[in-house]
């Protein structure tokens, strides 16, 4: 089945989105300072410095983190329900929670371990390419950190799509999401780079508009991604599409 153009998904995400911004503007903002109050009580006292203070704050951040990976995995499911025209409401935003939430635990944790393979090497490699303080080791150096960064682009592109799959699937367990995930990349990471790409010019103009264009252009932007989901499970056309009371608008 033909995939669909970057065009075709973002026209579809505007159609989905008219009329619907405010609910998915709210679970955005909810899952933006949620954590941010969250982790406001452990900041107090911090220093750059090895202590009890520090200790308790990046403990208490690693935790929010996760949490916070929780709400947007819940604010996925809010555009997938709204790109498949299934009713949705804010509770929603906190699904996770309470459809298996080790399943999500464990893929952020498994997602951050596996970046920290090439961010650790590139880090390594670095330090003793500096050490040499040659020409040749700065550029190699240079060389090692485009590579690492690379390869983490990469595997971010590979396994983006297991929190959409788990949402989807309750019974999935982790490993079979990030097996799921890299199956579906497989061939698309550059049509996602792409897609990613063309948003560029929006994200400009919600920096510029003091972040308060960002409040239309990100929920876009999430929903866009959903279709593009949608799109590669092939289920766009066939629940989407042919939805009588899917929205047209601009």
Sequence with gaps: MEKRTSGELKRLARE????????????MLLTAFLPMLLLTPFSAGVRVRLDAVLVTFLT????????????KAGLIRMHLLRAQN?????????????SRPDRFILAVLLFYGILLIPAAAGAVCIYFLIGIRSAAG????????????????????????VFPLYIDHPD?????????SCRLMKGNKL?????QLSFAGW?????????????????YIRQTMANFYLDLTGRLETECLNDKDVQTGL
Excluded at 16 to 24: D, E, K, S
Excluded at 86 to 98: A, I, M, N
Aim: hydrophobic share 60%; charged share 10%.
């Design 16 to 27: 989905f989105l008219n009329g619907n911004y405010t609910i998915l503007i709210v679970g």
């Design 203 to 219: 994200q400009v103009l919600g920096f510029l508009s003091a972040g308060i264009g960002s409040l239309w252009i990100s929920p």
């Design 191 to 195: 049509r996602f780079f792409i897609l």
């Design 86 to 98: 299934q009713p949705y409401t804010y509770l929603d935003l906190f699904w996770t929670f309470r």
């Design 138 to 161: 700065y550029v190699l150096a240079a060389l090692v950190s485009a590579a690492a960064v690379s390869a983490e682009i990469y595997l971010v592109y590979m396994f983006g799509l």
């Design 172 to 180: 999935m367990s982790v490993i079979d999401g990030f097996r799921t």
């Design 60 to 71: 208490a951040a690693v935790i929010i983190n996760v949490l916070e990976q929780l709400l």
